[in-house]
């Protein structure tokens, strides 16, 4: 089978997403880029994740052709070729509709500082403006907002957009999130939580760099952000008005 190593690797991720209460049902999606090329393994839509095999695991080149699969891949593959366009340094994109992240992306609101781990993504997480799912609006609003340099995007009453320079970091970025995003739920639940500031993620950022580097098979390496990288786009902006 072609590309084995990238579809085994997406089935297995589906699987995690599903155990770590990312995602419920067949909801999410998966890819990973097929290193040194425009392609991409991204997983079918219809097919529940207990009875996929990588045979199901469908690979794309950059303008959705169909390279390797026979499955239809996922609705949403606009917006994992707009990722891999958008972000050479991106080796895995991971979309879910995790439920505290997506409170705040119904809220039209980014995720704030308001633990350290944010830094997986940036310094916040911002909003990308709201469009229809699986459209081409859709995919150029996120592609937009992961210009800015963020890990991690809200797409506004949708859910979650996360990148990282493999599978296992973009998979950690998303579930980074969501525990960061149910912090600042249940911190608001009870007062005002305190933000940390630019430059205190600024070091975190810095920190992170040099784990991701010494731990390049961790469990959770985030990838690479620099200090301007996290600066807030114009979509972030419109998300926290
Ligand atoms: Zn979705």
């Known amino acids: 089978m072609k590309y084995e190593q990238e579809r085994h690797l997406v089935v297995t991720y589906l699987r995690r997403l599903l155990a770590a209460r990312l995602t419920t049902g067949s909801g999410g999606n ?10 991409f393994a991204i997983s079918p839509t219809g097919i529940t994740y207990d009875v996929m095999t990588p045979k199901d695991v469908v690979v794309l080149d950059a303008s959705g052709a ?13 917006m994992h070729a707009a990722a891999y366009a958008t972000r050479p340094d991106a080796g895995a994109v991971v979309h879910t509709h995790s439920v ?18 944010v830094g997986f ?4 997480v911002p909003v990308a403006p709201y469009a229809t799912y699986g459209s ?14 963020v890990n991690a995007v809200l797409l506004a009453n949708h859910g979650l957009l996360a990148v990282g320079m493999d599978l296992n970091a973009a998979f950690g970025v998303a579930e980074e999130i969501e525990l960061v ?5 249940q911190a608001r639940a009870i007062g005002e939580p ?11 950022i810095e920190k992170f760099r ?24 114009p979509d972030a902006a419109e998300g926290t008005a």
Do not use: N
């Not at 995003?181 to 739920?185: H, V």
């Open 30 to 39: 998966i890819s990973v880029r097929i290193s040194g090329t425009a392609y």
């Open 66 to 78: 169909v390279v390797a699969g026979k499955r239809i891949p996922s609705s949403e593959w606009r």
């Open 100 to 117: 505290f992240a997506t409170t705040f992306a119904c809220l039209r609101e980014e995720i704030p500082a308001v633990h350290y781990l």
């Open 121 to 124: 993504a940036g310094k916040r």
């Open 136 to 149: 081409v609006e859709l995919s150029s609003h996120a592609a937009a907002a992961l210009a800015g340099g």
């Open 181 to 185: 995003a149910r912090i600042a739920w």
């Open 194 to 204: 305190v933000v940390l500031p630019d430059d205190e993620m600024d070091v975190i």
């Open 210 to 233: 040099g784990y991701g580097k010494q731990e390049t098979s961790g469990a959770a390496s985030p990838m690479v952000v620099s200090s301007q990288e996290a600066a807030e786009t």
